[in-house]
């Protein structure tokens, strides 16, 4: 029994040298598996490999993930595991025993500049398969955050993983699993939109048999199969920005960052690109993390970051952010809306401002209020609106302002340098 077990634990520390790479893209160092062994069986032989894969503990517990594999076992390493115990070797499905790693890990992270602090204390986790929103005014430090989780600057402090890799440390396994689509154009607009794919995959050194298919599959997804021979100088803007998605999934990546992936394209255009990423996240089944200042963007994704001035000021799915707020939102114009907010303020004790010769404020369930309001505010009113939450609402609550308006204090109160250094 016991040569019988060394023998099956010598072959497993075999499967786990040569798997060591596939699992620490996909296993997080503090995902642990507990088995028990024997106290019979030898420890020495199951020295630390590879940080979580393979160690013993104080109570003579195999600590690892592993794959057993013999002529009647025959296992997908991504989708099984090996439990031991003193009488058995017994193989369990691995999403029963273990939480798949966040594809995105984020702690304490902090960046500085000499004027501005872009980013203060960032913790976040997303999960395998989403499609997260980051959502803020231009510098509130969502690109920062992005450029730090690509490895294109470095943190000040904190520290964050991605597909598993540390973004300081292991920047190049970073690199070889992430896409990014950056807010400002990088396509080569001489070349035809498939010499770009190409050039793109040579330099991520994709097998050239299998490369062809691949371009053609995605630039049939993103409708540029029929311009595939055209100069990117004569593509439109929403023909550009769908060809650099495409660029930013060739080499399949887990994680595909877009950075203000429609900014300054017509809301024609918009729509039509966040048709194409909706139809690559079912397609590509990977995770997707987008940065807007466009609140109805937002709607689109699984959960949203709001992020104001470097911090994220709320976080979950954008259902839940609108209940959390509660109440609806009523908007008025009147003669005198400066006397508007007084009186609102003295005869409701309601608090408003006033937005584009609007004045809003927030009450629960408006249309009933919209009597009382006409009858008691002592002035007329021209026009009232009333409106279910809405994310526009959550980030006025969650920060003070609307979102427009904190594009505009941003804007004024950094200076143009800092702002440039900072990243939108």
Not at 16 to 44: H, Q
Not at 193 to 216: C, I, K, P, T, V
Not at 299 to 326: F, W
Not at 349 to 371: C, E, K, Y
Request: charged share 25%; glycine share 8%; proline share 4%.
């Amino acid at each position: 029994m016991a040569r019988r077990v060394a023998d099956t634990m010598m072959r497993l520390w075999q499967n786990i040298m040569e798997l060591r790479d596939v699992f620490a893209s996909y296993v997080s160092p503090t995902d642990e598996l507990r088995v028990m062994l024997d106290e019979k069986w030898p420890t020495g032989a199951y020295s630390d490999a590879h940080g979580c894969l393979m160690r013993m503990d104080d109570q003579k517990c195999f600590i690892g993930i592993c794959r057993y594999q013999d002529q009647n076992v025959d296992l997908n390493p991504r989708q099984k595991v090996v439990v031991m115990n003193e009488m058995s070797i017994d193989v369990v499905e691995r999403e029963k025993l273990i939480k798949p790693a966040p594809a995105v890990h984020v702690r304490g992270l902090v960046k500085r500049y000499v004027e501005v602090e872009a980013v203060r204390g960032l913790d976040l986790d997303i999960a395998p398969g989403e499609t997260f929103g980051f959502l803020g005014p231009n510098g509130a430090g969502k690109s920062t955050t992005i450029k730090i989780l690509c490895t294109l600057i470095k943190a000040t402090s904190g520290r964050a993983q991605v597909a598993g890799f540390d973004v300081a440390t292991e920047r190049d396994a970073v690199r070889r699993r992430i896409g990014l689509v950056f807010q400002e154009p990088t396509l080569d607009a001489y070349l035809t939109g498939e010499q770009n794919l190409r050039f793109h995959g040579e330099l991520y050194g994709m097998d050239r048999s299998g490369a062809a298919a691949r371009r053609e599959e995605l630039l049939q997804m993103v409708g540029l199969w029929e311009r595939r021979g055209d100069a990117v100088q004569t593509y439109s803007g929403g023909m550009r920005r769908r060809l650099e998605i495409a660029r930013g999934l060739l080499h399949s990546p887990k994680v595909l960052f877009l950075d203000e992936p429609t900014i300054g394209l017509d809301p024609q255009t918009r729509t039509s690109i966040w048709t194409y990423i909706r139809e690559l996240h079912r397609n590509e089944e990977i995770t997707v993390f987008v940065t807007t200042h466009y609140m109805d963007e937002a709607e689109h994704c699984d959960r949203i970051a709001i992020m104001n001035e470097g911090r994220i000021v709320a976080l979950d799915t954008p259902d839940q952010l609108k209940v959390a707020v509660g109440k609806d939102r009523v908007q008025i114009t009147t003669e005198d809306n400066h006397g508007a907010i007084t009186a609102l303020r003295e005869r409701f004790d309601l608090d408003a401002m006033v937005h584009d010769g609007v004045v809003s404020f927030a009450v629960i369930d408006g249309a009933a209020f919209v009597p009382r309001l006409c009858a008691g505010l002592g002035m007329s009113i021209r026009s009232v609106t009333v409106n279910r939450p809405s994310l526009e609402d959550v980030f006025l609550t969650h920060t003070g302002t609307t979102i427009r308006d904190a594009e505009t204090s941003d804007t004024r109160m950094i200076p143009r340098a800092a702002l440039a250094r900072r990243g939108r």
